[in-house]
């Protein structure tokens, strides 16, 4: 039985506000994720990049951005279809963020409600 696995994909804040790549780096990142997705035909849904704003809403209170007091962000998702967490986690462990110094990538199994 298959399953589906979302792939969150965590950046640390410095890196991501100080490093923006060229363009020329740009196309040579969009070419190793163009080149993930050919090589798992599982990833179903390639997700996207999430902006590093955005609010937060808890118990009533809006605050501003989700990264006012943390390292890290999360800075996108894909979905993979697999059989196992392993099938999943072979997916991850060759998803291109991980070039990225401070990425990292949390498999979480929907629950298909």
Do not use: H, N
């Amino acid at each position: 039985m298959t399953k589906k696995f979302m792939l969150i994909y965590r950046s640390d804040v410095t890196a991501e506000q100080e490093q923006q790549p060229s363009p020329d780096e740009m196309q040579a990142i969009l070419a190793q994720w163009q080149a993930w997705k050919e090589k798992f035909p599982s990833i179903v849904d390639m997700g996207d990049g999430l902006l590093p704003t955005g609010r937060s809403i808890k118990a009533g209170v809006v605050t501003d951005g989700p990264t006012v007091e943390s390292k890290e962000i999360v800075s996108g998702y894909s979905i993979v279809a697999a059989a196992s967490y392993d099938a999943a986690m072979v997916v991850a462990r060759a998803c291109p963020i991980l070039f990225a110094p401070g990425s990292s990538v949390e498999v979480r199994e929907l629950a298909g409600y």
